[in-house]
Nanobody
Framework: VQLQASGGGLVQAGGSLRLSCAAS????????MGWYRQAPGKQRELVAA???????NYAESVKGRFTISRDNAKNTVYLQMNSLKPEDTAVYYC?????????WGKGTLVTVKG
């Protein structure tokens, strides 16, 4: 199983980035997908999630700014991040979960300069 996250980088406050996570080795359409982030010195937290049925859930801190979506034909989940703030700076991780099974990808670093 591989979850390959990409799209991170350095952006000015107020800017946008789009993260992608391409999955392989799983039946993607059956999995709930999530984006998590971990800032230096902080615990990993859920940013956004999308179920296999495409229901979405967001952390309060990103509601109205971030959008999670999935393309089952491409086995890929996306995180569109707009109006970025310095406090969004973190390593962002992709997660795939179904029942008690959970897979993590390597993170992608997002740095927002104020």
């Amino acid at each position: 199983v591989q979850l390959q996250a990409s799209g991170g980088g350095l952006v000015q406050a107020g800017g946008s980035l789009r993260l992608s996570c391409a999955a392989s080795g799983i039946v993607f359409r059956l999995y709930d997908m999530g984006w998590y982030r971990q800032a230096p010195g902080k615990q990993r937290e859920l940013v956004a999630a999308i179920t296999s049925g495409s229901s979405t859930n967001y952390a309060e801190s990103v509601k109205g700014r971030f959008t999670i979506s999935r393309d089952n034909a491409k086995n890929t989940v996306y995180l569109q991040m707009n109006s970025l703030k310095p406090e969004d700076t973190a390593v962002y991780y992709c997660n795939a979960a179904v029942r008690q099974i959970s897979y993590w990808g390597k993170g992608t670093l997002v740095t927002v300069k104020g």
